[in-house]
């Protein structure tokens, strides 16, 4: 019987004996490969952490302990080891397993994650309830090296360093590699300064030379500061207050069960510097792990895509406009916040290196930043995904827009994303982007209109924001490209009847919605509003009298959105009108394919065209 086949309740692992746990491991990753060559997911970052997750199950006792994993796109072999193995044929289908942890899959999931560096700020949190409560469990939060770029996670480790009972932070960094002789002297470290007898020894000389000897006791802290700084990894935490211990080989379950075991057993927050490979044990991911961080279906001998992947995304068509744009403009620079890859900032990266910069895992960061360019006279371009500019709702207003700064972002991701969930889902962009005074909000139809788009935006001289969404640009209406006039809209067929205003991708929705109302016999025009924010007032106004029905059509939640500022706009007009908006419920989007969330949520064509047959 295969020893994954053994694990089907949390705790099962502590039945496999220690000298199986290699043979464990590559059943696992066996088995993460298989599945998400079908499913697609995140590969690389689950291959990982196998040996590290396996320790964590080892060492703990689920569900009566706690882990916060940050991000949570690593956290496929937790489910595994919980119990979730048969769910894995539907990973990151609608109905499925998400590829992210869920409360409401499993007692064993304590915290949703699904964005970076807020997983100790929750288990300090937890730690708190628990020490209040009278609880003894023991609570965990692992974070990446690269979560470790955003603030909030040294807010928390801050926080953390007045603890005074146990919580247990382990660095995942698989960016560094291990040598035998740090990880040796660090293990030898690790050991002493974990003991019991240590760490009361250390405390109760400190406390009777204060009392006797005070100067001296400061002399010896400061020389003993200094050789430390020298000599001992993790001083930065250490001097935060935070016992550290590492770095440790990632891929060894025996020692990190011993260093999480030592850790449980000190009353303060203790950091375990662990260092892994990412995409370990499978070849294609070890070599290119940016390309299996979320991978689509591939072949697992070439670890191809299944399906070629097509190169006229909307991500695509805006680094190609940026690189004409940079090319005729010295001034234009470009940030991102993590993404370099997925925004397409790669080629802009390799020609201009000294006008591209990636601040890490820092959106709050990256947007105040461009104020800073743009008052030192460049023209700066945010590049970040919709899910995750939000985190910098903050610096757009107080930053960029209160001072009417020339940044323009590029908002990646707009709308439904698909497999990836509540978390990632792009749907409340146009609500608080257009909250902002000031800030232009604009949304292409095409990819063609796309580049024009951010073309003006930089020729604007003040804050704007272009709002694409996932996946391949859509080529339709290339026929119309009227000129770009700031809060004017295009009307694309001017045939009476019911006016679709729609933004964005949901253009295309509207092509097919109009289509269906002709068929049955349903005049019907279109307009492509491109502006969300200012809104044609004009083409408003014009259309109260001139058809039957204006319908809003967004690719966005209801509330705040453009539909709302539209009627909102006739109410206080007074103008009487037939209004219909097409917009996503105020809810969370589960994860599933965007076109079975389209129709889940009410924004498919033949959903839009029988509540336009309804209404009218």
């Known amino acids: 019987m295969a020893l994954l086949d053994q694990i089907n309740e949390p705790n099962d692992i502590k039945k496999i004996p220690q000298d199986a746990y290699g043979d464990l491991a590559a059943e696992i990753r066996e088995f993460l490969v298989r599945k998400i060559s079908v499913s697609g997911g995140h590969l690389a970052s689950n291959l990982g952490v196998v040996e590290l997750t396996m320790a964590l199950h080892i060492a703990l006792r689920f569900p009566e302990d706690q882990v916060v994993w940050d991000v949570g796109h690593q956290s496929y072999t937790h489910k595994l080891l919980s119990g979730r193995k048969d769910g894995f044929d539907g990973l990151r289908s609608l109905n499925g397993i998400s590829g992210f942890p869920k ?267 461009a104020a800073g360019l743009a008052l030192g006279g460049l023209r700066p371009v945010v590049a970040v995904y919709s899910t995750f500019l939000q985190r910098a709702y903050d610096q757009i207003l107080e930053d960029v827009c209160l001072q009417q700064l020339p940044v323009v972002f590029a908002v990646d991701r707009g709308g439904l994303v698909g497999s990836d969930g509540e978390t990632h889902q792009g749907i409340f962009d146009l609500s608080y982007l257009s909250s902002a005074p000031g800030l232009t909000v604009m949304a292409p139809k095409n990819g063609l209109e796309l580049e024009e788009m951010m073309r003006f935006a930089l020729s604007l001289g003040k804050p704007a924001a272009v709002r694409y969404p996932r996946g391949s640009a859509y080529t339709g209406l290339s026929e119309f490209n009227a000129p770009i006039e700031e809060g004017r809209a295009e009307m694309i067929y001017d045939e009476g009847g019911v006016l679709l205003l729609a933004a964005g991708s949901m253009v295309c929705t509207a092509v097919k919605v109009r289509k269906i109302l002709k068929e049955r016999g349903i005049a019907c025009s279109l307009a492509n509003a491109r502006f969300v924010k200012p809104l044609d007032t004009q083409l408003l106004r014009s259309a109260a009298g001139k058809y039957s029905m204006v319908v809003t059509m967004e690719e966005n939640v209801k509330s705040g959105g453009f539909g709302e500022h539209v009627a909102a706009w006739y109410a206080e007009a007074g103008l009487p009108v037939k209004l219909l908006q097409v917009a996503i419920p105020d809810a969370f989007v589960t994860h599933g394919t965007p076109e079975q969330l389209s129709e889940m949520t009410g924004i498919d064509a033949e959903t839009v065209a029988r509540r336009i047959l309804e209404k009218s």
Request: contains cysteine; proline residues 4%; glycine residues 10%.
């Open 103 to 369: 409360r409401r899959e499993s007692t064993c999931d304590i915290f949703d994650s699904g964005h970076s560096s807020n997983s100790i700020s929750a288990a300090l949190g937890l730690v708190r309830a628990r020490d209040l409560t009278g609880g003894k469990r023991t609570i965990c939060a692992v974070i990446g090296d690269g979560a470790m770029t955003g603030g909030e996670a040294y807010e928390a480790l801050n926080n953390a360093s007045h603890l005074t009972s146990n919580l247990i932070i382990i660095l995942n960094d698989n960016n560094m590699s291990i040598s035998p002789s740090v990880g040796g002297f660090s293990n030898y470290l690790s050991d002493i300064r974990t003991s019991d007898g240590y760490i009361q020894l250390r405390d109760k000389i400190h406390d009777s030379l204060n009392e006797s000897l005070p100067g001296v006791v400061k002399g010896i802290s400061r020389a003993k500061q200094s050789l430390k700084s020298l000599m001992v990894p993790g001083m930065f935490f250490e001097e935060m207050g935070i016992i550290y211990l590492g770095p440790i080989d990632g891929h060894n379950v025996k020692h990190m069960v011993k260093a999480i075991e030592a850790a449980k057993r000190v009353n303060k927050a203790v950091l375990i510097h662990v260092c892994t490979r990412k995409g370990k044990g499978y070849g294609p991911a070890e070599r290119r792990p940016a390309r299996f961080h979320g991978t689509p279906p591939f072949a697992i001998k070439t670890g191809r895509p299944v399906k070629p992947v097509k190169k006229d995304t909307y991500t695509d068509v805006f680094s190609s406009a940026m690189m004409k744009l940079a090319q005729s403009d010295p001034s234009l620079v470009a940030i991102t916040a993590a993404m370099e890859d997925g925004v397409g900032l790669q080629d802009f990266h390799a020609k201009y290196p000294s006008r591209f910069f990636d601040v890490g895992i820092a959106e709050q960061h990256a947007v105040t930043f």
